[in-house]
């Protein structure tokens, strides 16, 4: 997509972008070269897995592409990142027709099935020998994609194969799906193609743990999660679910003359597609110049599927001509130029021994069954949730059972069933608790919810998991502190809350095994700097109900300082993005209970930063689009932690002295920089000291 001459243009635009953010004329007159620019970004961030650069740019980038727009709409098109979000509900999903059905594969399972497969394309070829294009079969849900005249127009689920629900929307917010290609290059006026949307192992978890976060059941697997994400009515929420797109087939091509003579085999449309910007299976297929090699290769991928980010239930053997496949053609099932050769599903049974019921942050109570420990699919299993007392019963799990555990297509090992056939008479009933394992309070369950709750806010398990998620690396990310640490702590009375932390006796932590000078002064100088976190982390570590990290950042944008939500009632909460009643209701109840506003102001009168910083300094414009470089060694603050805080004030971090260069930051031993500024008299020359008061 993009050749080096391209990446080394577009690298430097970007810095000269960024230098020049804080002239509106510039930015205006060159609208369309910072959109080229967040796109050459998406595609090296989404496709490529190659960022250059940080977040905090990118996200300063996209903001002021955002505000110009809407400060002039008539400078927006279709294809514009921006356009992505979007703003109204999926009321429904229209019904409409594919372009060519989409068929299905037929399966095979051994060596024999494959040897079939290709025994007949080559006797109605004619052919003693095919070569075959050997792709990851996705576990996943399958969309197909139109473009005209280079635009996405549609993308609809696979439906009954003939027809497929518009969900066009909500796969706009799949990063990984570009809004605009160039295929008129290659003579392409309308193309059709087919892919699948995924969701990674890493996404799963992430998804889970906001689940849990928000005191949700969590979800069974990435297949059902990504399919599901499909139809869901916000296409905010599909874009929270970070959904990945791998796509594998061009189904319908309407393209000049040379383009079909070209492009006349899969492997060659592939590599079309992933020059066009899209993940295509051009980097992860494999030519086999004949069965033989077909069958040794998916033998050896099948080994190797758990080092994949992302699940694959097996392998698809597609024939490489395409002159070829349309001389096989199909059946009214699947074509007979492919074939999915599927993996066993990696199955194992063993005995459920007993449930622990785990009382989490938000006094959701867990049912997490523990197992004799059985080794399946590279890991050895003890221990699996098993969701809710629901789940439980249509299951029908019984203690003492011999239960069929299941890894095909999970992350996490599910059970599949309980083996009744082999049940003893002495299995026990799982009773679920009516009280609070941990402290003992009886258990509540909201209508039509399907989690029982402990509401004692003083519940020694919810204190434990709040302090845990208050230092973990997504809130207040205190390095070194970690679960374990929290614990440790909490069992030997050190630590009994969240302000705590900041009071922590060092003195007696020394004499505990394992905590040397070294680990205490890094513990300590995390917990330093946490104090200074951007406002978002702290709310987001405050573990609010419905409070995940995007609400966390509306919520901190909205305020000069933390307390100021004592006094707004729910009417104004909802007028925020994406706060509906319930997350109001929550941030209310929050606010207005007496014990977390006086842990807050205890946290202030220890130092952890309840104003907002950033909003202060980037709305009075101070620091927005000044450019630092830091010199010599800092004595309070890393290198990196100092650029990172000048960017979170609308800073931006530049490499040399140059007239372009704002404020030079000077810290001990700076040598040839500092002499070089001083000849430049733009530039300011601050201390560390005097950075710091900058920054507040
Ligand atoms: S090719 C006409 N390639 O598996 C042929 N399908 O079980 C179109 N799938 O419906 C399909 N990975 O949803 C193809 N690399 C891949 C695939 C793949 C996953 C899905 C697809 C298909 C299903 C059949």
């Known amino acids: 997509m993009y050749n080096s001459k391209d990446t080394i243009e577009l690298i430097q635009q970007s810095k000269t972008f960024l230098l020049n953010s804080n002239d509106n004329n510039y930015v205006q007159t060159n609208i369309e070269l910072l959109r080229k620019i967040l796109q050459f970004h998406e595609y090296k961030y989404y496709i490529e897995n190659n960022a250059i650069?940080?977040?905090?740019?990118?996200?300063?980038?996209?903001?002021?592409?955002?505000?110009?727009?809407?400060?002039?709409?008539?400078?927006?098109?279709?294809?514009?990142?921006?356009?992505?979000?979007?703003?109204?509900?999926?009321?429904?999903?229209?019904?409409?027709?594919?372009?060519?059905?989409?068929?299905?594969?037929?399966?095979?399972?051994?060596?024999?099935?494959?040897?079939?497969?290709?025994?007949?394309?080559?006797?109605?070829?004619?052919?003693?020998?095919?070569?075959?294009?050997?792709?990851?079969?996705?576990?996943?849900?399958?969309?197909?994609?139109?473009y005209e005249n280079d635009f996405l127009v549609r993308a609809t689920t696979r439906g009954n194969g003939v027809e497929g629900d518009d969900i066009t929307n909500n796969i706009k917010q799949i990063r990984s799906i570009p809004l605009s290609a160039p295929f008129s290059r290659y003579g392409i006026t309308q193309i059709e193609i087919r892919g699948e949307v995924i969701m990674t192992k890493e996404a799963f978890v992430k998804y889970n743990e906001r689940l849990v976060q928000q005191g949700l059941a969590t979800v069974a697997n990435p297949r059902n999660t990504a399919a599901g994400s499909l139809r869901i009515k916000n296409p905010k929420e599909v874009a929270e679910r970070n959904l990945d797109a791998f796509l594998y087939h061009v189904s319908y091509c309407l393209a000049n003359q040379t383009f079909l003579t070209t492009y006349n085999t899969h492997d060659a449309q592939l590599k079309l597609l992933w020059d066009c910007g899209f993940r295509s299976t051009e980097k992860i297929k494999f030519i086999a110049k004949n069965i033989n090699e077909v069958?040794?290769?998916?033998?050896?991928?099948?080994?190797?599927?758990?080092?994949?980010?992302?699940?694959?239930?097996?392998?698809?053997?597609?024939?490489?001509?395409?002159?070829?496949?349309?001389?096989?053609?199909?059946?009214?099932?699947?074509?007979?130029?492919?074939?999915?050769?599927?993996?066993?599903?990696?199955?194992?049974?063993?005995?459920?021994?007993?449930?622990?019921?785990?009382?989490?942050?938000?006094?959701?109570?867990?049912?997490?069954?523990?197992?004799?420990?059985?080794?399946?699919?590279?890991?050895?299993?003890?221990?699996?949730?098993?969701?809710?007392?629901?789940?439980?019963?249509?299951?029908?799990?019984?203690?003492?059972?011999?239960?069929?555990?299941?890894?095909?297509?999970?992350?996490?090992?599910?059970?599949?069933?309980?083996?009744?056939?082999?049940?003893?008479?002495?299995?026990?009933?799982?009773?679920?608790?009516?009280?609070?394992?941990?402290?003992?309070?009886?258990l509540f369950k909201e209508e039509g919810e399907a989690v029982w709750r402990c509401v004692n806010i003083e519940c020694e398990a919810q204190v434990v998991e709040k302090i845990i998620h208050f230092v973990s690396k997504d809130a207040m990310d205190i390095k070194s502190f970690g679960e374990a640490n929290v614990r440790k702590f909490y069992e030997l009375k050190l630590l009994k809350d969240i302000p705590e932390i900041y009071k922590l006796n060092f003195s007696v932590i020394s004499t505990i095994e394992g905590f040397g000078k070294k680990s205490i002064d890094n513990l300590q100088a995390a917990i330093e700097a946490s104090k200074h976190q951007p406002l978002y982390r702290l709310i987001f570590g405050l573990g609010i109900r419905f409070v995940g990290e995007t609400t966390a950042k509306t919520l901190a944008n909205s305020v000069?300082?933390?307390?100021?939500?004592?006094?707004?009632?729910?009417?104004?909460?909802?007028?925020?993005?994406?706060?509906?009643?319930?997350?109001?209701?929550?941030?209310?109840?929050?606010?207005?209970?007496?014990?977390?506003?006086?842990?807050?102001e205890e946290l202030e009168l220890l130092g952890v930063q309840l104003k907002n910083t950033k909003k202060e300094i980037v709305s009075s414009g101070e620091l927005l689009g000044q450019t630092f470089l830091f010199t010599g060694t800092l004595s309070k603050l890393k290198r990196s932690e100092a650029e990172a805080l000048a960017e979170e004030h609308g800073g931006i971090i530049v490499s040399g002295v140059s007239a372009k260069l704002n404020y030079l930051v000077v810290g001990e031993d700076a040598g040839s920089k500092l002499e070089k500024a001083k000849k430049i008299n733009t530039i300011k020359i601050i201390s560390e000291e005097e950075f710091l008061q900058l920054v507040g």
């Open 560 to 600: 000069d300082h933390l307390l100021e939500f004592k006094n707004k009632t729910e009417e104004d909460l909802q007028q925020l993005e994406d706060v509906g009643t319930k997350i109001a209701t929550s941030i209310r109840h929050f606010f207005s209970t007496e014990s977390n506003i006086k842990m807050l």
């Open 53 to 146: 650069i940080n977040d905090n740019e990118y996200d300063f980038l996209y903001t002021l592409l955002e505000k110009t727009e809407k400060q002039f709409p008539e400078l927006i098109t279709k294809d514009s990142p921006t356009q992505r979000v979007g703003n109204s509900l999926n009321e429904s999903f229209s019904t409409v027709q594919h372009l060519v059905p989409m068929l299905s594969l037929e399966n095979s399972y051994n060596a024999e099935d494959l040897n079939d497969f290709d025994r007949k394309a080559r006797e109605a070829s004619g052919l003693n020998e095919i070569e075959y294009c050997v792709e990851p079969k996705f576990d996943g849900a399958s969309i197909s994609l139109i």
């Open 295 to 442: 069958i040794e290769y998916v033998k050896s991928f099948e080994q190797k599927r758990d080092d994949l980010p992302y699940e694959i239930d097996g392998m698809v053997i597609k024939v490489n001509n395409l002159s070829l496949q349309e001389k096989l053609g199909m059946t009214s099932h699947h074509p007979r130029w492919a074939i999915a050769y599927k993996f066993k599903a990696r199955q194992a049974t063993t005995i459920l021994k007993n449930i622990d019921f785990q009382v989490g942050r938000t006094g959701a109570v867990t049912p997490v069954a523990k197992l004799e420990p059985v080794f399946i699919g590279g890991v050895t299993v003890s221990s699996i949730s098993v969701h809710n007392e629901d789940y439980i019963k249509e299951k029908d799990l019984k203690i003492g059972d011999t239960v069929l555990i299941e890894r095909a297509g999970d992350v996490i090992p599910q059970i599949v069933q309980s083996i009744v056939e082999q049940r003893k008479g002495t299995e026990q009933e799982i009773i679920f608790p009516k009280y609070c394992p941990v402290c003992n309070n009886e």
